[in-house]
């Protein structure tokens, strides 16, 4: 596998990388108070990269880790639900601890004590709750540009959507009215409340995004590559063992090689049998599924074909 890497025609990540940096920098001089979403995932680890590159010096040595001097000019912002996987949380504050930026946090179980969100069990994903915590985080600290890692390619409703994508007062992502983005000129006007997302790798694929981690050595969640993980399976997926995803009695748990291709809230998202240990290998995967991530281990796109839409809709990421 560790053959294959070499022989991908890598040019193309060039351009992609310069479209990313204008975006960034587009942001930055267009809004008064953006963030940077940050959920220590491959893709918001990707975007964090690329704005180390949009706004700071470089002082590592090429083959080496990367590492840069100066300060992002706005702060990180992370929406935890309080069933992240462990190892994404640890990553997360190692990370932040090295590049010494500002993480803003928003906990999805102060909302739960606020009153704005309830559960209709203790067990019930949160992972579509994070669209309240999320606009509370924006309302708070009043930001009018919050930059993800969404792409095209993961889903169809991601895939309609514009790189500048505009919210209203609500929050709200109105499909029918996206703004025209011709010649790389974004119309990035608001009104009092509103605010944008901005998406710097809409136009990669997941293989762009791998490509690119290999070629510049980022650093990832250790559930990234393969380990060791208690499963049971139940309607295609992979199920973790965890506290808040337990087995039934009928369920068979098994210890399996896995990995995970997006990194979510525990109680939907799923690993996928694999034995890829290098970001080599993770590509040469790449070049054969013919299922994106988000269908192949997310459990809350399969409860309808409209489900992305409807939560973007409300405010989703």
Same mark, same amino acid.
């Given at each position: 596998?560790?053959?294959t890497?070499?022989?991908?025609?890598?040019r193309?990540l060039?351009?992609?990388?310069e479209?990313?940096?204008f975006?960034?920098?587009?942001v930055?001089?267009?809004?008064?108070?953006?963030?940077?979403?940050?959920?220590?995932?491959?893709?918001s680890?990707?975007?964090?990269?690329?704005?180390?590159?949009?706004?700071?010096?470089?002082?590592?040595?090429?083959?080496?880790?990367?590492?840069?001097?100066?300060?992002l000019?706005?702060?990180?912002?992370h929406?935890?639900?309080?069933h992240?996987?462990?190892?994404?949380?640890?990553?997360?504050?190692?990370?932040?601890?090295?590049?010494?930026?500002?993480?803003i946090?928003?906990?999805?179980?102060?909302?739960?004590?606020?009153?704005?969100?309830?559960?209709?069990? /203790?067990? %019930? *994903?949160?992972?579509?709750h994070?669209?309240?915590?999320?606009? +509370? !985080?924006?309302?708070?600290?009043?930001?009018?540009?919050?930059?993800?890692?969404?792409?095209?390619?993961?889903?169809?409703?991601?895939?309609?959507?514009?790189?500048?994508?505009?919210?209203?007062?609500?929050?709200?992502?109105?499909?029918?009215?996206?703004?025209?983005e011709?010649w790389?000129l974004?119309?990035?006007?608001?009104?009092?409340?509103?605010?944008?997302?901005?998406?710097?790798?809409?136009?990669?694929?997941?293989?762009?995004?791998?490509?690119?981690?290999?070629?510049?050595?980022?650093?990832l969640?250790?559930?990234?590559?393969t380990?060791?993980?208690?499963i049971?399976?139940r309607?295609?997926?992979?199920?973790?063992?965890?506290d808040?995803?337990?087995?039934s009695?009928?369920?068979?748990?098994?210890?399996?090689?896995?990995?995970?291709?997006?990194?979510g809230?525990?109680?939907?998202?799923? /690993?996928? %049998? *694999?034995?890829?240990?290098?970001?080599?290998?993770?590509?040469? +995967? !790449?070049?054969?599924?013919?299922?994106?991530?988000?269908?192949?281990?997310?459990m809350?796109?399969?409860?309808?074909?409209?489900?992305m839409?409807?939560?973007?809709?409300?405010?989703?990421?």
């Amino acid at each position: 596998m560790t053959q294959t890497l070499p022989d991908v025609d890598h040019r193309h990540l060039d351009a992609l990388e310069e479209e990313a940096i204008f975006i960034l920098r587009e942001v930055a001089g267009a809004f008064e108070r953006p963030g940077l979403l940050f959920s220590s995932g491959k893709d918001s680890c990707v975007v964090l990269h690329l704005a180390e590159k949009a706004f700071k010096q470089k002082t590592s040595k090429p083959g080496e880790r990367p590492t840069f001097s100066g300060r992002l000019p706005f702060p990180l912002v992370h929406v935890d639900t309080g069933h992240n996987f462990p190892e994404v949380i640890q990553f997360r504050d190692e990370r932040i601890k090295e590049m010494g930026e500002r993480l803003i946090v928003g906990h999805l179980e102060d909302s739960m004590k606020k009153g704005t969100i309830r559960l209709a069990h /203790p067990l %019930e *994903s949160r992972n579509g709750h994070q669209t309240v915590t999320l606009l +509370e !985080t924006i309302e708070e600290h009043r930001f009018d540009c919050m930059i993800g890692g969404a792409r095209r390619d993961e889903e169809k409703a991601r895939a309609k959507e514009r790189i500048f994508s505009h919210r209203d007062a609500f929050g709200q992502w109105q499909p029918k009215e996206q703004r025209p983005e011709l010649w790389n000129l974004f119309n990035t006007r608001i009104k009092p409340g509103e605010h944008f997302r901005a998406f710097p790798i809409s136009n990669w694929t997941e293989l762009d995004v791998w490509l690119y981690i290999a070629r510049e050595n980022i650093p990832l969640p250790s559930i990234y590559y393969t380990h060791k993980r208690e499963i049971y399976r139940r309607k295609g997926l992979l199920v973790p063992v965890t506290d808040v995803t337990p087995p039934s009695a009928e369920d068979v748990v098994e210890t399996v090689d896995v990995r995970f291709r997006t990194v979510g809230d525990m109680t939907c998202t799923c /690993p996928v %049998e *694999s034995d890829a240990a290098t970001t080599a290998d993770i590509v040469a +995967e !790449t070049l054969q599924v013919t299922v994106s991530e988000r269908g192949a281990t997310r459990m809350d796109d399969r409860t309808s074909e409209a489900s992305m839409e409807r939560r973007k809709k409300e405010g989703y990421f």
